[in-house]
Protein backbone atom coordinates (compact mmCIF):
# COMPACT_ATOMS: atom_id res chain seq x y z
CA UNK A 1 0.00 0.00 0.00
CA UNK A 2 1.64 3.48 -1.24
CA UNK A 3 1.39 6.42 1.09
CA UNK A 4 -0.96 7.92 -1.84
CA UNK A 5 -3.91 5.53 -1.24
CA UNK A 6 -6.05 7.13 1.55
CA UNK A 7 -6.54 5.06 4.68
CA UNK A 8 -10.38 4.17 5.45
CA UNK A 9 -10.86 3.30 8.88
CA UNK A 10 -12.57 -0.37 9.37
CA UNK A 11 -15.45 -0.13 11.78
CA UNK A 12 -16.12 -2.90 14.08
CA UNK A 13 -18.95 -4.17 14.72
CA UNK A 14 -20.72 -3.38 17.87
CA UNK A 15 -20.92 -6.00 20.80
CA UNK A 16 -23.57 -6.45 22.93
CA UNK A 17 -21.50 -5.53 26.10
CA UNK A 18 -20.64 -2.35 24.07
CA UNK A 19 -24.39 -1.69 23.94
CA UNK A 20 -24.47 -2.04 27.74
CA UNK A 21 -22.00 -0.12 28.55
CA UNK A 22 -23.11 3.10 26.56
CA UNK A 23 -26.58 2.85 27.46
CA UNK A 24 -27.90 1.39 24.18
CA UNK A 25 -30.11 -1.23 26.22
CA UNK A 26 -32.02 1.35 27.90
CA UNK A 27 -32.64 3.21 25.21
CA UNK A 28 -34.20 0.19 23.31
CA UNK A 29 -36.86 -0.20 25.68
CA UNK A 30 -38.37 3.17 24.49
CA UNK A 31 -38.12 2.88 21.03
CA UNK A 32 -41.00 1.23 18.57
CA UNK A 33 -40.09 -1.60 16.57
CA UNK A 34 -40.38 -0.09 12.44
CA UNK A 35 -42.94 -1.92 10.73
CA UNK A 36 -42.86 -2.28 6.28
CA UNK A 37 -42.08 0.87 4.99
CA UNK A 38 -42.90 -0.48 1.31
CA UNK A 39 -39.25 -0.59 0.31
CA UNK A 40 -38.66 -4.23 0.21
CA UNK A 41 -38.90 -6.18 -2.62
CA UNK A 42 -39.94 -10.29 -3.30
CA UNK A 43 -38.24 -11.77 -5.73
CA UNK A 44 -40.02 -15.34 -6.24
CA UNK A 45 -37.85 -15.55 -9.52
CA UNK A 46 -34.49 -16.07 -7.39
CA UNK A 47 -36.58 -18.95 -6.19
CA UNK A 48 -37.68 -20.27 -9.26
CA UNK A 49 -34.13 -20.11 -11.03
CA UNK A 50 -32.81 -21.86 -7.67
CA UNK A 51 -30.11 -20.17 -7.43
CA UNK A 52 -29.11 -19.37 -3.89
CA UNK A 53 -29.28 -15.15 -3.29
CA UNK A 54 -26.92 -13.60 -1.01
CA UNK A 55 -26.47 -10.21 -3.27
CA UNK A 56 -28.24 -7.45 -1.44
CA UNK A 57 -31.82 -6.89 -3.71
CA UNK A 58 -32.19 -3.62 -5.71
CA UNK A 59 -34.04 -2.83 -7.76
CA UNK A 60 -31.84 -3.59 -10.83
CA UNK A 61 -31.14 -6.32 -10.13
CA UNK A 62 -34.50 -7.75 -9.82
CA UNK A 63 -35.52 -6.84 -13.19
CA UNK A 64 -32.27 -8.50 -14.37
CA UNK A 65 -33.52 -11.66 -12.80
CA UNK A 66 -37.51 -11.23 -14.34
CA UNK A 67 -35.77 -11.04 -17.43
CA UNK A 68 -33.91 -13.85 -16.81
CA UNK A 69 -36.55 -16.19 -16.18
CA UNK A 70 -38.66 -15.05 -18.78
CA UNK A 71 -36.19 -16.31 -21.32
CA UNK A 72 -35.72 -19.43 -19.61
CA UNK A 73 -39.18 -19.85 -19.98
CA UNK A 74 -39.60 -19.22 -23.50
CA UNK A 75 -36.77 -21.13 -24.69
CA UNK A 76 -38.44 -24.38 -22.56
CA UNK A 77 -41.71 -23.64 -24.19
CA UNK A 78 -40.13 -23.84 -27.57
CA UNK A 79 -38.53 -26.92 -27.14
CA UNK A 80 -41.45 -28.76 -25.60
CA UNK A 81 -44.50 -29.46 -27.72
CA UNK A 82 -47.95 -28.52 -26.17
CA UNK A 83 -49.60 -31.73 -24.78
CA UNK A 84 -53.32 -32.02 -25.33
CA UNK A 85 -55.27 -31.85 -22.21
CA UNK A 86 -58.51 -33.05 -21.40
CA UNK A 87 -61.09 -30.35 -21.56
CA UNK A 88 -58.37 -27.87 -22.42
CA UNK A 89 -58.00 -26.45 -26.38
CA UNK A 90 -57.23 -29.58 -28.16
CA UNK A 91 -53.73 -29.20 -28.64
CA UNK A 92 -53.78 -25.32 -29.44
CA UNK A 93 -51.74 -22.74 -27.62
CA UNK A 94 -53.76 -20.64 -25.29
CA UNK A 95 -54.39 -17.28 -26.09
CA UNK A 96 -53.03 -14.59 -24.15
CA UNK A 97 -54.57 -12.76 -21.38
CA UNK A 98 -55.61 -9.65 -23.56
CA UNK A 99 -56.93 -11.62 -26.24
CA UNK A 100 -60.49 -13.02 -26.45
CA UNK A 101 -60.86 -17.01 -27.36
CA UNK A 102 -62.74 -17.23 -30.24
CA UNK A 103 -66.53 -18.57 -29.69
CA UNK A 104 -67.42 -21.60 -32.04
CA UNK A 105 -70.99 -21.13 -33.47
CA UNK A 106 -72.84 -24.44 -32.26
CA UNK A 107 -74.93 -26.08 -34.89
CA UNK A 108 -78.16 -27.31 -34.45
CA UNK A 109 -78.55 -30.71 -35.61
CA UNK A 110 -80.54 -31.60 -39.05
CA UNK A 111 -83.68 -33.21 -39.08
CA UNK A 112 -83.41 -36.69 -41.13
CA UNK A 113 -85.68 -36.71 -43.81
CA UNK A 114 -87.40 -39.69 -41.82
CA UNK A 115 -88.58 -37.69 -39.16
CA UNK A 116 -89.62 -34.71 -41.58
CA UNK A 117 -91.56 -37.11 -43.10
CA UNK A 118 -93.10 -38.70 -39.94
CA UNK A 119 -94.28 -34.74 -39.02
CA UNK A 120 -95.92 -34.32 -42.19
CA UNK A 121 -98.00 -37.88 -42.39
CA UNK A 122 -99.11 -36.83 -38.76
CA UNK A 123 -100.19 -33.06 -39.87
CA UNK A 124 -102.03 -35.06 -42.88
CA UNK A 125 -104.08 -37.49 -40.47
CA UNK A 126 -104.90 -35.24 -37.72
CA UNK A 127 -102.87 -36.66 -35.51
CA UNK A 128 -100.75 -33.70 -34.48
CA UNK A 129 -100.23 -32.98 -30.86
CA UNK A 130 -101.27 -30.38 -29.02
CA UNK A 131 -100.81 -29.28 -24.93
CA UNK A 132 -104.40 -29.82 -23.26
CA UNK A 133 -106.15 -26.92 -22.16
CA UNK A 134 -105.73 -26.07 -18.46
CA UNK A 135 -108.05 -25.97 -15.84
CA UNK A 136 -109.75 -22.58 -16.09
CA UNK A 137 -110.30 -21.08 -12.08
CA UNK A 138 -113.66 -20.51 -12.28
CA UNK A 139 -113.87 -18.58 -9.12
CA UNK A 140 -111.39 -16.29 -9.61
CA UNK A 141 -114.01 -13.16 -9.88
CA UNK A 142 -115.89 -13.92 -6.94
CA UNK A 143 -112.82 -14.27 -4.29
CA UNK A 144 -114.37 -10.80 -2.99
CA UNK A 145 -118.06 -11.74 -3.19
CA UNK A 146 -119.15 -13.79 0.22
CA UNK A 147 -122.18 -15.10 -1.26
CA UNK A 148 -120.31 -17.17 -3.67
CA UNK A 149 -118.63 -19.37 -0.90
CA UNK A 150 -115.07 -19.68 -2.72
CA UNK A 151 -113.79 -21.04 0.38
CA UNK A 152 -115.22 -23.92 0.26
CA UNK A 153 -117.67 -24.28 -2.40
CA UNK A 154 -115.84 -27.38 -3.84
CA UNK A 155 -116.49 -29.07 -0.21
CA UNK A 156 -120.03 -27.97 -0.51
CA UNK A 157 -120.09 -29.92 -4.28
CA UNK A 158 -118.08 -33.46 -3.27
CA UNK A 159 -120.69 -33.35 -0.39
CA UNK A 160 -123.61 -32.77 -2.68
CA UNK A 161 -122.15 -35.94 -5.60
CA UNK A 162 -122.17 -37.66 -1.90
CA UNK A 163 -125.13 -37.69 -1.29
CA UNK A 164 -127.64 -37.49 -4.69
CA UNK A 165 -128.46 -40.71 -4.42
CA UNK A 166 -129.25 -40.61 -0.55
CA UNK A 167 -132.66 -39.18 -1.44
CA UNK A 168 -135.16 -42.37 -1.50
CA UNK A 169 -135.44 -42.11 -5.39
CA UNK A 170 -135.91 -45.56 -6.83
CA UNK A 171 -137.92 -46.97 -9.69
CA UNK A 172 -141.15 -47.52 -9.19
CA UNK A 173 -143.52 -47.92 -11.79
CA UNK A 174 -143.68 -51.76 -11.68
CA UNK A 175 -144.77 -50.87 -7.97
CA UNK A 176 -147.95 -48.22 -9.18
CA UNK A 177 -150.82 -50.50 -10.85
CA UNK A 178 -152.52 -47.00 -11.89
CA UNK A 179 -149.97 -45.51 -13.46
CA UNK A 180 -147.36 -45.70 -16.20
CA UNK A 181 -144.16 -43.34 -17.36
CA UNK A 182 -146.52 -41.84 -19.93
CA UNK A 183 -148.84 -40.00 -17.49
CA UNK A 184 -146.11 -39.11 -14.80
CA UNK A 185 -145.05 -37.04 -18.09
CA UNK A 186 -148.59 -35.69 -18.69
CA UNK A 187 -148.32 -34.81 -14.79
CA UNK A 188 -145.05 -33.26 -15.16
CA UNK A 189 -145.44 -31.08 -18.37
CA UNK A 190 -148.95 -29.61 -16.40
CA UNK A 191 -146.36 -29.10 -13.30
CA UNK A 192 -143.85 -27.20 -15.87
CA UNK A 193 -146.76 -24.99 -17.63
CA UNK A 194 -148.30 -24.05 -13.91
CA UNK A 195 -144.24 -22.98 -13.07
CA UNK A 196 -144.15 -20.55 -15.73
CA UNK A 197 -147.54 -19.16 -15.69
CA UNK A 198 -146.86 -18.60 -11.50
CA UNK A 199 -143.63 -17.24 -12.67
CA UNK A 200 -141.45 -19.16 -10.34
CA UNK A 201 -137.59 -20.07 -9.48
CA UNK A 202 -135.97 -22.68 -11.69
CA UNK A 203 -134.94 -24.00 -8.30
CA UNK A 204 -138.93 -24.59 -7.42
CA UNK A 205 -139.28 -26.61 -10.60
CA UNK A 206 -136.64 -29.17 -9.89
CA UNK A 207 -137.81 -29.61 -6.16
CA UNK A 208 -141.33 -30.40 -7.60
CA UNK A 209 -140.38 -32.82 -9.53
CA UNK A 210 -137.81 -34.72 -7.08
CA UNK A 211 -140.42 -34.53 -4.47
CA UNK A 212 -142.69 -36.28 -6.78
CA UNK A 213 -141.07 -39.15 -7.96
CA UNK A 214 -139.59 -39.78 -4.51
CA UNK A 215 -143.00 -39.70 -3.05
CA UNK A 216 -144.28 -41.91 -5.87
CA UNK A 217 -141.47 -44.47 -4.85
CA UNK A 218 -142.66 -44.94 -1.12
CA UNK A 219 -146.26 -44.19 -1.62
CA UNK A 220 -149.01 -45.92 -4.27
CA UNK A 221 -151.46 -43.59 -5.58
CA UNK A 222 -154.74 -43.71 -7.31
CA UNK A 223 -154.54 -42.56 -11.07
CA UNK A 224 -157.00 -39.93 -9.68
CA UNK A 225 -154.77 -38.45 -7.09
CA UNK A 226 -152.21 -38.00 -9.48
CA UNK A 227 -152.44 -34.64 -10.32
CA UNK A 228 -153.07 -33.78 -6.40
CA UNK A 229 -149.24 -35.24 -5.74
CA UNK A 230 -148.37 -32.64 -7.79
CA UNK A 231 -150.43 -29.91 -6.83
CA UNK A 232 -148.95 -30.66 -2.95
CA UNK A 233 -145.08 -31.20 -4.27
CA UNK A 234 -145.64 -27.65 -5.50
CA UNK A 235 -146.86 -26.06 -2.51
CA UNK A 236 -144.08 -27.60 -0.34
CA UNK A 237 -141.33 -26.69 -2.72
CA UNK A 238 -142.50 -23.53 -3.60
CA UNK A 239 -142.54 -22.64 0.51
CA UNK A 240 -138.95 -24.24 0.61
CA UNK A 241 -137.75 -22.31 -1.95
CA UNK A 242 -140.10 -19.39 -3.02
CA UNK A 243 -139.98 -15.76 -0.92
CA UNK A 244 -143.45 -15.32 -1.96
CA UNK A 245 -145.13 -18.66 -2.38
CA UNK A 246 -148.46 -18.73 -4.02
CA UNK A 247 -151.17 -19.19 -2.05
CA UNK A 248 -153.80 -22.69 -1.88
CA UNK A 249 -156.33 -20.57 -3.71
CA UNK A 250 -154.49 -19.58 -6.75
CA UNK A 251 -153.51 -23.61 -6.65
CA UNK A 252 -157.14 -24.58 -6.73
CA UNK A 253 -158.31 -22.09 -9.51
CA UNK A 254 -155.67 -22.95 -11.70
CA UNK A 255 -156.45 -27.03 -11.44
CA UNK A 256 -159.83 -25.72 -12.22
CA UNK A 257 -161.52 -26.36 -8.89
CA UNK A 258 -160.26 -30.51 -8.89
CA UNK A 259 -159.41 -30.70 -5.29
CA UNK A 260 -160.63 -28.99 -2.37
CA UNK A 261 -158.72 -26.74 0.40
CA UNK A 262 -158.91 -29.93 2.62
CA UNK A 263 -157.37 -32.42 -0.11
CA UNK A 264 -154.17 -29.98 -1.11
CA UNK A 265 -153.32 -29.59 2.90
CA UNK A 266 -153.87 -33.75 3.32
CA UNK A 267 -151.58 -34.50 0.70
CA UNK A 268 -149.14 -31.68 1.76
CA UNK A 269 -149.32 -33.43 4.99
CA UNK A 270 -149.06 -36.81 3.54
CA UNK A 271 -145.86 -35.75 1.76
CA UNK A 272 -144.09 -34.19 4.70
CA UNK A 273 -144.55 -36.99 6.77
CA UNK A 274 -143.58 -40.09 3.81
CA UNK A 275 -140.22 -38.21 3.23
CA UNK A 276 -139.21 -37.27 6.83
CA UNK A 277 -139.26 -33.53 6.19
CA UNK A 278 -136.02 -34.29 4.13
CA UNK A 279 -136.48 -31.63 1.47
CA UNK A 280 -132.62 -30.42 1.49
CA UNK A 281 -131.54 -32.48 -1.51
CA UNK A 282 -129.27 -31.98 -4.64
CA UNK A 283 -131.33 -31.78 -7.80
CA UNK A 284 -129.96 -30.92 -11.20
CA UNK A 285 -130.56 -27.37 -10.77
CA UNK A 286 -127.55 -27.80 -7.71
CA UNK A 287 -125.34 -28.75 -10.44
CA UNK A 288 -126.22 -26.79 -13.29
CA UNK A 289 -125.81 -23.71 -11.66
CA UNK A 290 -122.01 -24.77 -10.99
CA UNK A 291 -121.42 -26.58 -14.44
CA UNK A 292 -122.44 -23.85 -16.34
CA UNK A 293 -120.23 -21.31 -14.69
CA UNK A 294 -117.23 -23.75 -15.95
CA UNK A 295 -118.44 -24.04 -19.31
CA UNK A 296 -116.18 -20.91 -20.04
CA UNK A 297 -116.99 -18.78 -21.83
CA UNK A 298 -120.51 -18.80 -21.19
CA UNK A 299 -123.37 -16.20 -21.73
CA UNK A 300 -127.70 -16.25 -21.64
CA UNK A 301 -127.66 -18.33 -25.12
CA UNK A 302 -125.81 -21.29 -23.55
CA UNK A 303 -127.56 -20.90 -20.15
CA UNK A 304 -131.15 -21.30 -21.72
CA UNK A 305 -130.00 -23.70 -23.77
CA UNK A 306 -128.93 -25.85 -20.70
CA UNK A 307 -132.28 -25.05 -18.91
CA UNK A 308 -134.75 -26.09 -22.01
CA UNK A 309 -132.09 -29.14 -22.49
CA UNK A 310 -132.40 -30.15 -18.77
CA UNK A 311 -136.39 -29.68 -18.69
CA UNK A 312 -136.47 -31.71 -21.66
CA UNK A 313 -135.18 -34.78 -19.81
CA UNK A 314 -136.76 -34.29 -16.62
CA UNK A 315 -140.14 -35.20 -18.22
CA UNK A 316 -138.76 -38.23 -19.59
CA UNK A 317 -139.25 -41.24 -16.67
CA UNK A 318 -136.22 -42.88 -17.87
CA UNK A 319 -133.74 -40.25 -18.09
CA UNK A 320 -134.63 -39.32 -14.76
CA UNK A 321 -134.08 -43.28 -13.57
CA UNK A 322 -130.64 -43.91 -15.28
CA UNK A 323 -128.99 -40.80 -14.80
CA UNK A 324 -128.07 -39.01 -11.09
CA UNK A 325 -128.65 -35.28 -11.35
CA UNK A 326 -125.05 -34.59 -11.67
CA UNK A 327 -124.88 -36.79 -14.75
CA UNK A 328 -127.96 -35.23 -16.24
CA UNK A 329 -126.80 -31.74 -15.32
CA UNK A 330 -123.41 -32.32 -17.08
CA UNK A 331 -124.78 -33.87 -20.02
CA UNK A 332 -127.07 -31.31 -20.69
CA UNK A 333 -124.13 -28.67 -20.71
CA UNK A 334 -122.83 -30.99 -23.06
CA UNK A 335 -125.37 -31.10 -25.19
CA UNK A 336 -125.76 -27.52 -25.44
CA UNK A 337 -122.33 -26.60 -26.53
CA UNK A 338 -122.56 -29.20 -29.45
CA UNK A 339 -125.90 -27.17 -30.08
CA UNK A 340 -124.01 -23.87 -30.17
CA UNK A 341 -120.95 -25.40 -31.50
CA UNK A 342 -118.89 -24.51 -28.81
CA UNK A 343 -115.22 -25.88 -29.19
CA UNK A 344 -113.86 -27.61 -27.88
CA UNK A 345 -117.00 -29.92 -26.93
CA UNK A 346 -115.43 -30.81 -23.35
CA UNK A 347 -112.75 -29.07 -21.55
CA UNK A 348 -110.59 -29.72 -18.86
CA UNK A 349 -111.99 -27.60 -16.63
CA UNK A 350 -115.63 -29.19 -17.16
CA UNK A 351 -113.94 -32.63 -17.01
CA UNK A 352 -112.63 -31.55 -13.68
CA UNK A 353 -115.39 -29.69 -11.86
CA UNK A 354 -118.26 -32.25 -13.01
CA UNK A 355 -116.21 -35.51 -12.56
CA UNK A 356 -117.22 -36.88 -15.81
CA UNK A 357 -115.36 -38.00 -19.14
CA UNK A 358 -116.88 -37.05 -22.29
CA UNK A 359 -117.56 -40.54 -23.14
CA UNK A 360 -119.83 -41.56 -19.83
CA UNK A 361 -122.13 -38.37 -20.54
CA UNK A 362 -122.46 -39.14 -24.13
CA UNK A 363 -125.69 -41.04 -24.18
CA UNK A 364 -127.53 -39.11 -22.05
CA UNK A 365 -126.41 -36.16 -24.13
CA UNK A 366 -128.06 -37.96 -27.15
CA UNK A 367 -131.22 -38.54 -25.44
CA UNK A 368 -131.42 -35.04 -25.07
CA UNK A 369 -130.97 -33.61 -28.67
CA UNK A 370 -133.69 -36.16 -29.53
CA UNK A 371 -136.03 -35.15 -27.47
CA UNK A 372 -134.71 -31.50 -29.09
CA UNK A 373 -135.37 -32.30 -32.37
CA UNK A 374 -138.85 -33.72 -31.18
CA UNK A 375 -140.24 -31.30 -29.25
CA UNK A 376 -142.16 -29.21 -31.69
CA UNK A 377 -143.86 -32.48 -32.44
CA UNK A 378 -144.83 -33.94 -28.96
CA UNK A 379 -147.93 -33.36 -27.35
CA UNK A 380 -145.81 -32.21 -24.27
CA UNK A 381 -145.25 -28.61 -25.46
CA UNK A 382 -145.32 -26.90 -22.45
CA UNK A 383 -141.26 -26.93 -22.19
CA UNK A 384 -140.80 -26.27 -25.95
CA UNK A 385 -143.53 -23.10 -25.88
CA UNK A 386 -141.60 -22.32 -22.97
CA UNK A 387 -138.58 -21.40 -24.66
CA UNK A 388 -140.24 -20.25 -27.66
CA UNK A 389 -139.95 -17.07 -25.27
CA UNK A 390 -137.56 -14.08 -26.54
CA UNK A 391 -137.10 -13.87 -22.94
CA UNK A 392 -135.76 -17.20 -22.96
CA UNK A 393 -133.53 -16.69 -25.87
CA UNK A 394 -136.07 -18.14 -28.19
CA UNK A 395 -133.47 -21.61 -27.73
CA UNK A 396 -136.24 -24.53 -28.73
CA UNK A 397 -136.07 -22.48 -32.52
CA UNK A 398 -132.04 -23.19 -32.61
CA UNK A 399 -131.57 -26.74 -34.87
CA UNK A 400 -130.53 -29.57 -32.84
CA UNK A 401 -126.71 -30.29 -32.53
CA UNK A 402 -125.85 -33.25 -35.47
CA UNK A 403 -123.16 -34.63 -34.14
CA UNK A 404 -125.19 -36.36 -31.88
CA UNK A 405 -128.18 -36.68 -33.64
CA UNK A 406 -126.34 -39.12 -36.03
CA UNK A 407 -126.08 -41.91 -33.54
CA UNK A 408 -129.67 -41.57 -32.09
CA UNK A 409 -132.93 -43.49 -33.39
CA UNK A 410 -136.28 -42.32 -32.17
CA UNK A 411 -137.94 -41.86 -28.29
CA UNK A 412 -133.94 -41.53 -26.84
CA UNK A 413 -132.63 -44.56 -27.69
CA UNK A 414 -128.99 -45.08 -29.08
CA UNK A 415 -128.94 -46.62 -32.54
Not at 73 to 94: I, S, T
Not at 261 to 274: A, D, F, V
Not at 383 to 402: D, H, I, M, S, T
Amino acid sequence: MTSNQPVVPVQQPIRADMKQKNGVQGERRNRRALGDIGNLVACPTAVDIGKPQNRPMTRNYRAQLVETAQAAAAVKNVKEPVKPQAGGNNGKLAPKNNEETPRRRSKKPSKSLTSVLTARSKVACGITTKPKDPVVNIDEADINNELAEVEYVEDIYTFYKLTETEGGLRDYMNSQPDMNAKMRGILIDWLVEVHRKFDLMAESLNLTINIVDRYLSVRTVPRRELQLVGIGALIVACKYEEIWPPEVSDVIAISDNAYSREQILTMEKSILGHLGWYLTVPTPYVFLVRYIKASTPTDNEMENMVFFLTELGLIHYSVIMTNKPSKLAASAVYAARCTLNKTPAWTETLKYHTGYDEDEIKDCARALVNFHACASETKLKAVYRKYLNPEKGAVALFPPARSLMAEVGRGGQSL
